[in-house]
């Protein structure tokens, strides 16, 4: 992972952000914020196999329990994330649902990163509702601490409802997994990530895009 767009956003001289990147001659020494931002990244995975999708044109799955556990998901198509649905040959406006089963590694935290949702949506897991995103993010990613919701070697089923209000849907980037938040989305989202998760920073207008009111 490459960690320059990371060191940019943070604004520290110390790092040494990859060999392709000559480090400077002369730098201030590195405080323990500087050691602990430049350390090596942390564990991910791209979870793209094993999805499989449906369309809801009546918006029935709610109601019908295809976000549950149990449900026989196995004539559903396979689909994988990281471009449109109609990319994949499905024309379709309206709710869509992608299902995955995930085995969570044995590392102390966990955070998914979905990039980008269109238009929006809702995550579940083990039929739990657990964070839903709107069709505003623009660039910025979809993403969820789901350390409180799982467990180390536990095994759970990922559900998403995804409502798209027209063009182009679905999950368009790849799904992560990874052990911090850095680890789930591109150097761009992660500064924006930044300038949203610390208001009081310093950063360029276009990473301060803000959700619509009312998600
Ligand atoms: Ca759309």
């Known amino acids: 992972m490459d960690r320059l767009g990371y ?3 943070v604004g520290l001289a110390a790092c040494s952000p990859s060999e392709e990147t000559p480090a ?5 020494p590195p405080t323990p914020l500087a050691e602990a931002n430049c350390a090596q ?4 995975q791209v979870l793209d196999s094993g999805w499989r999708f449906a369309v809801d044109p009546q918006d029935e799955g709610r109601a019908a329990g295809w976000a549950a556990p149990d449900f026989d998901d196995t004539a559903w198509q396979a689909m994988a994330p990281g471009t449109p649905w109609e990319f994949n040959g499905v024309e379709h406006d309206g709710v869509a649902w992608y299902r995955s089963q995930l085995t ?3 590392w102390e935290a966990f955070y998914l990163g979905f990039g980008g949702v269109d238009d929006a949506a809702w995550l579940y897991v083990d039929g739990q509702e657990v964070g839903a995103w709107r069709s505003d993010l623009g660039l910025r990613a979809a993403y969820l601490d789901l350390t ?3 467990a180390p070697g536990e095994s759970v089923t990922l559900a998403l409802r995804i409502q798209d ?3 182009f849907g679905g999950l368009k980037q790849s ?4 052990a911090d938040l850095r680890e789930v989305m591109s150097d761009l989202q992660w500064a924006m990530a930044l300038a949203e998760l610390n208001p009081t920073w310093v950063m360029p ?6 959700p619509m009111p009312g998600l």
């Open 7 to 9: 060191c940019w956003a």
């Open 24 to 28: 400077p001659t002369a730098t201030l």
């Open 41 to 44: 990244a942390a564990p991910s």
């Open 104 to 106: 969570l590694p044995r």
């Open 148 to 150: 409180p919701y799982v």
């Open 165 to 167: 209000d027209g063009v």
């Open 175 to 178: 799904v992560r997994l990874g």
């Open 205 to 210: 207008e276009w990473s301060r895009a803000r």
